[in-house]
């Protein structure tokens, strides 16, 4: 029986979030593309949306009849007062049919994949979007949520990776990334920088999700540059391991082990990089992807590993927490990510449980001033700053004149910090 581990008030903040234990590897991707986020680009009225790829599992290998609805929300993700006709053409709820359960696995477990929307109906309008799973048995137990965005192209965004000013960083560690926002011919949309709300995100962290403001008007543009909310901290390469192999231990890997009818993997020790020189290499800059080796549907096929972490230190920080931030801990600053210290060991430790795959993630300082959600950690603790690192930055272009009812995403845009 699944059981939902809280109920999702719409009241409060949404955010992504597994409400269940049993529910795990949950990914909303384009289903063009599995590693592209989740963003629609709203077409015409009456043309074909675009769509999203829901997948996740829950650890039991009888399916459930599950069902999804979608919600909108304002800015900044609160519901607002749109009713479900007025965003979108067709129905806002449906069931998942589709479902696989898991083959030859220790841990058994059913893998379920909706695509959202329905190919029924298209989006009325544009902005930020919830998407609720629960049974159909109890709608009000919701097992998880993810949010997704469908913007419009009605502005020209120009990013412009920069070296920060001395006022509001150091050029060395930090990066500025200036934006000009310039309103498309025949969108009819005003230059009056109070009725627009820019946000810019690194690496689609939610700690490091800058509100920008006020604006500078340059000609038919709005600039938004020289601030503090421009500047976000350069970081490093992200850390990551491999287990898509369970017989012989692959890239960060110290050894795999399996006992009690479940696996466990041992990673290498981590390190303070924070004093090591800047190393370049590829990664998924927080992302994760499902794969095994010599088999063929990663999906149903790959099992689930107790994944051990470990940071040894002289001693603890007495002034605030370490995280393990990453699509892996769904990159929120809360006790699934929290390294906790152990004494006989004189390290950081953490155990996760985590379908077989590539992972990719940075070990970040939650000062104790900082210690809730809304906080923000710090990369130079652990990781160390850099400004050659080649973030990925997001900018979000919300507008809403006077009188309307909810905010439009009237532009969206990214890009890879290459200075």
């Known amino acids: 029986m699944l059981i939902a581990a809280n109920t999702v008030c719409l009241a409060q903040v949404a955010i992504d979030s597994n409400w269940s234990e049993d529910v795990k590897s949950v990914y ?7 590693q ?18 829901l997948r996740f599992d829950i650890l039991s290998p009888q399916p459930e009849h599950l069902r999804y609805r979608i919600h ?20 806002v709820d449906g069931s998942i049919n589709n ?8 841990i058994e477990y059913t893998n379920y994949y909706q695509p959202i929307p329905e190919e029924s109906g298209y989006f009325m309008a544009s902005g930020n979007y919830l998407l609720e799973v629960y049974p159909a048995d109890n709608p009000d137990s919701i097992i998880l949520t993810r949010r997704f965005y469908v913007f419009e192209e009605l502005v020209d965004i120009d990013m412009e990776p920069n070296k920060p000013s001395g006022a509001y960083g150091n050029i060395n ?8 926002i310039t309103p498309r011919r025949g969108s009819y949309l005003p230059l009056h920088g109070e009725y627009y709300h820019v946000v810019l995100q690194q690496n689609r962290r939610e700690d490091l999700k800058r509100n920008l403001g006020p604006c500078v008007y340059s000609g038919s543009s709005m600039e938004y540059k020289w601030q503090a909310a421009n500047v976000f901290p350069g970081g490093n390469h992200f850390r990551y391991f491999d287990l898509s192999n369970l017989w012989a ?33 590829n990664s998924l800059n927080g992302g994760m992807k499902t794969n095994i080796r010599e ?32 699509d892996l801990t769904l990159g929120r600053l809360n006790d699934e990510s929290r390294m906790e210290w152990n004494a006989q060991y004189k390290a950081y430790t953490k155990r996760l449980l985590l379908k077989q795959g590539y ?12 210690q809730s959600e809304k906080g923000e950690a710090l990369t130079a603790t652990l990781e160390g700053d850099h400004f050659v690192m080649p973030n990925n930055y997001t900018a979000y272009i919300y507008y809403r004149s006077p009188g309307s009812r909810y905010d439009r995403l009237v532009g969206l845009r990214s890009i890879v910090f290459n200075y």
């Open 28 to 34: 909303l991707n384009s289903l063009s593309n599995e």
């Open 359 to 370: 992972y990719s993630y940075q070990l970040l300082f939650l000062p104790a001033g900082n």
């Open 72 to 91: 909108h929300c304002d800015a900044e993700w609160h519901s607002d007062d749109l009713e479900d006709s007025e965003f979108f053409s067709g129905p």
């Open 295 to 326: 088999r063929r549907n990663p999906h149903i096929e790959a099992d689930y590993v107790w994944v051990n972490f470990s940071l040894p230190m002289e001693r603890p920080f007495l002034n605030g927490s370490v995280h393990i931030i990453g």
């Open 36 to 53: 592209d986020p989740p963003y629609i680009r709203m077409g015409q009225f009456g043309e074909p949306t675009q769509q999203l790829l």
């Open 99 to 106: 479902y696989q359960s898991s083959f030859t696995t220790l």
């Open 249 to 281: 231990a692959m890239y960060h890997v110290q050894r795999i082990e399996q006992w009690g009818g479940e696996n466990f993997a041992f990673l290498q020790p981590e390190e303070d990089r924070s004093r090591k020189v800047y190393t370049q290499y």
């Open 173 to 180: 560690r930090d990066q500025e990334v200036d934006i000009r």
